[in-house]
């Protein structure tokens, strides 16, 4: 008898380690697993021998051990997948500040292009984009007269010289 009473005492104990593992794990992946406690109650209702409830009962521990096994399994995943996004998080860093660097020069060359632009104008006497467009086609024009000039002035010395 007083084996009888201690391995009531364990299989009570088994019932809640396991009815408290099952529950944190079900609560933490969301699966449902046959819980041990009813091959247990089972067990006790049908009064089945010893050898077949330690069958049953490596078999709950078998189940146990590879749902252990995925569960590491999902976490070295899940350790690889952070290692992989503070890597993408450091090349994304360096990728911002390489911008806001380049971003930087380009607002400084365009206010040298804009200080230049304006001391061509100040020297140049223009004082607004209009008068600078005219001031280009009434330049294009004058070159296009001085060129004509030149082409009509070198048939002129061609002519003296052939006649000559």
């Known amino acids: 008898m007083p084996d009888a009473v201690a391995t009531s005492a364990i299989v009570r104990a088994l019932e809640k380690f396991f009815a408290a593992y099952l529950r944190i794990f079900s609560a933490m992946f969301g699966i449902k697993i046959e819980p041990v406690i009813t091959l247990l109650d089972d067990l006790k209702k049908s009064g089945a021998n010893p050898d077949h409830t330690l069958i049953k009962l490596d078999e709950a521990k078998e189940a146990m051990s590879s749902a252990l096994v995925a569960l590491s399994a999902v976490r070295t995943e899940a350790e690889m997948r952070v290692v992989e996004l503070e890597e993408a998080r450091t090349a994304l860093n360096a990728v911002l500040a390489s911008k806001a660097e380049s971003e930087e020069k380009l607002r400084e ?3 040298i292009a804009n ?9 140049a006497g223009v004082t607004s984009p209009v008068v600078a467009f005219f001031s280009g086609v009434f330049a294009s024009i004058v070159a296009a007269v001085l060129g004509w000039g030149a082409v009509k002035l070198w048939n002129i010395v061609a002519a003296a010289i052939a006649a000559g």
């Open 109 to 111: 060359i365009q206010k």
């Open 115 to 123: 200080a230049d632009l304006a001391t061509f104008r100040k020297m």
